[in-house]
């Protein structure tokens, strides 16, 4: 039996999870600098929820391309991008 030609996928998805991380970085820049300036506490708590995002999407990037992918960096992200979009409408709300 021939091995699995697995072509360019993992590296697309690798490439994705990299674009995806650098989104999250502006994401978490604009929304820190947003809530300093104003004082809004939600504001800086979903910065801080966009930033874990930012990390754990490095990280993800980098399991992708050594093979090793763990379903609890996917719940990590998840929970990560479920709390920024919870503090950014409290924000929007307050």
């Not at 929304?31 to 104003?38: I, V």
């Amino acid at each position: 039996m021939a091995d699995r030609d697995p072509g360019l996928q993992p590296e697309r998805t690798s490439l994705a999870w990299q674009r995806t991380a650098l989104s999250g970085a502006v994401l978490a820049v604009l929304l820190a600098r947003t809530g300093m300036a104003h004082g809004s506490v939600p504001d800086v708590l979903a910065a801080a929820c966009a930033a874990v995002t930012v990390v754990l999407a490095a990280v993800f990037s980098r399991s992708m391309r050594a093979g090793t992918v763990s379903r609890r960096h996917l719940w990590a992200i998840t929970a990560a991008v479920v709390g920024a979009g919870v503090f950014t409408t409290v924000g929007l709300l307050s």
